[in-house]
């Protein structure tokens, strides 16, 4: 049986599971919700984009960006003139980040959220309508990565998020790609996943309705890939491409 | 020529593009950024997942949630139980909304954004590695709807957007559920788009490394649908799930 946890009794550090806590006990579906560190991190491995949010002048925003994961660390990187690289790093005009500091930094409050939409789930009512998906919320400081070494990592985690293997087939940054490019660090700690899976939860007295009622499933894929138009054709397609 | 539209200079109303704010014009990759309103439109209708964020006690929440677009409205909906919907009228612990009042919806500051993936850019570079997509982010004061009229509509455009036609072969939500269904609005006026195409960037020099370069472009689909367990066979698939 996996280790259960409580907000109230659940140890904190290397356990399998995620603490919960106020802000990731949802307030309804409750049982969609879960804390497994193998759970997350699945969710997490299968996505490269996450929308990542943070608080500018008082107010939301939510940004489409990639992220690697190492461990129990998620990265994201940007331009360092970028806003949320720049608040994060207490040279922007604004940042939320209160919990503690290292160092000079403030570091930013980050709401990091990555979904998969599985299916869509036609009920016979249009109030039980719905989607199959997996996601997780991610809540933290996100802080610059300044560590030359744990920056390599981290953009190397970055680009095999993506595809795996091909930061060892690409040419690594320089100094002045690396001195361009800001690396922010969110702990996984506070964190949940929520999960919808199987099909549409009728009303019994809808069940006679002449409406059709199931799952259509979502499907992900890539297509052929497409050369540029400089490449020497004497260079093969990698394996790790023809294996996506 | 589509109208172009500066800070400056860009006239309020029924014009063809939105009009650019502080916070929608992007302090990096301008030349990414667009404000037609057929632009936005279509990158939203393409979608039916978006990623709201809202401020609670400070921090930010990202969280996945189906939306609907009526011309100008986009509408999100929830439980009356949940959070961001009973923060936006009013009686949750905490809210955000700051601008203005209609009666006593106090509103919530939003941002909606939307994204699609269309292409994985693979530079010889680590460094040029992108991401070709089309998203869109929408700033506001998400208010209840509490107008019956519009609340029905504004359901019926939220099951439409995920499969058009569908809300046409379902039964309507009754009063018991449209009590316990919240619906917020959004109107889209402080928008842009952001959009990345085409192939890799490579820096000149790097042009004769060995590694593979090109677009391998993302693929979304659907699978066979897959009927309820109960659903009567003599219920055919209807027209517009074939065609999805």
Not at 96 to 105: A, K, L, Q, R
Not at 109 to 124: I, W
Request: net charge negative.
């Amino acid at each position: 049986m996996p280790e259960r946890a409580t907000p109230e009794t659940a140890p904190r550090g290397n356990t399998t599971v995620y603490r919960p806590t106020a802000r990731t006990v949802p307030t309804r579906a409750r049982d969609r919700a879960g804390y497994d560190r193998e759970l997350v991190h699945g969710i997490l491995d299968e996505a490269y984009v996450c929308h990542l949010g943070f608080v500018r002048d008082g107010a939301p925003i939510v940004l489409p960006t990639l992220y690697g994961r190492v461990d129990e660390r998620l990265y994201v990187h940007g331009s360092t003139g970028s806003r949320p690289l720049r608040m994060a790093s207490g040279t922007g005009t604004d940042h939320s980040g209160t919990e503690g500091t290292e160092g000079t930094d403030p570091g930013l409050a980050v709401c990091l959220t990555v979904t998969h939409v599985d299916g869509l789930v036609l009920a016979r009512s249009a109030f039980h309508h719905s989607i199959n998906y997996r996601s997780v919320v991610v809540h933290g400081i996100a802080r610059q990565v300044t560590d030359p070494e744990e920056r390599r990592s981290a953009l190397d985690a970055i680009v095999d998020h993506v595809v795996p293997g091909r930061s060892f087939d690409s040419r690594p940054a320089n100094d002045r790609e690396l001195a361009a490019t800001a690396v922010l660090r969110l702990d996984l700690d506070e964190v949940s996943a929520k999960v919808r899976t199987g099909g549409p939860n009728d009303e019994p007295e809808d069940v006679g309705l002449p409406h059709w009622t199931g799952v259509v499933p979502v499907v992900h894929g890539y297509g052929a890939p497409v050369p540029a138009d400089d490449l020497d054709p004497s260079v093969a397609l990698p394996d790790y491409l023809s294996v996506l």
